[in-house]
């Protein structure tokens, strides 16, 4: 069984588009994430999100959002795409506290053109 | 905010040879230190970990020191051999549910056979 599943896995989109990534973990935990992957394999930390509290990284733009509909899911919506935004993108998740192991998803190349 | 820098940015090494990466942070209450390792396509993993009220963990030819003094953590490979060739990460976080953590820029290791 997958711990934590990303869709899709590919996304090529052109300049100006609206699109979702969708993330889901079955390990029970309590707090899901959004990473940023560039070029340069920086990973960076965009969006941390339990049941209680949404914590932005300020330097994310508000074209960017996460919408958790349940405690397992935590999906990522981008409007107006630009080429910046060319990245392979990693949910994760962990137990709240104390502070462990983030488990990965398998990422999402997203390439605007 | 925590800044954590990682040194080097590459790493070449004969197989059997040890390779040591080091991290330094900034906040001293940052107190959890896991390492990722993360291969060509993959997601990040986790190898090891440690916490603040220890200075040395070890597990099996991997091995992590913690100067907390210094704020700086090192991540100690030996006996290294072709497989362990991926790109390292490095993190710290403070405690709590919105302690996230902050990477590295990662070290690419190659393990020359």
């Known amino acids: 069984d997958t711990a934590v599943s990303q869709t899709p896995k590919y996304l090529v989109t052109q300049m100006g588009n609206d699109k979702s990534i969708k993330c889901e973990q079955n390990l029970g935990h309590d707090t899901m994430y959004w990473y940023k992957q560039d070029s340069k394999k920086f990973l960076k930390i965009m969006f941390s999100?339990?049941?209680?509290?949404?914590?932005i990284n300020e330097t994310v733009p508000n074209r960017f959002s996460p919408k958790s509909p349940d405690k397992a899911h935590l999906n990522l919506h981008i409007n107006s795409l630009e080429l910046g935004d060319s990245a392979v993108y990693f949910c994760a998740s962990s137990q709240d506290s104390p502070k462990g192991e983030q488990y990965f998803g398998p990422g999402t190349r997203l390439t605007v053109t | 905010g925590e800044n954590v820098e990682q040194h080097p940015s590459t790493l070449s090494v004969q197989e059997g040879d040890s390779a040591v990466i080091k991290c330094t942070y900034s906040d001293s209450a940052s107190n959890y230190f896991p390492w990722y390792k993360q291969e060509l396509g993959k997601r990040p993993q986790l190898i090891i970990d440690?916490?603040?009220?220890?200075g040395e963990k070890k597990d099996q030819r991997i091995a992590v020191t913690l100067n907390k003094t210094a704020k700086h953590f090192s991540l100690h490979i030996t006996e290294t051999q072709p497989e362990d060739s991926a790109v390292y990460f490095c993190a710290a976080s403070k405690g709590g549910s919105q302690g996230n953590l902050i990477f590295g820029k990662g070290t690419k290791l190659s393990v020359k056979p």
């Open positions: 999100y339990n049941n209680k509290e949404l914590i």
């Open positions: 440690i916490r603040s009220n220890v």
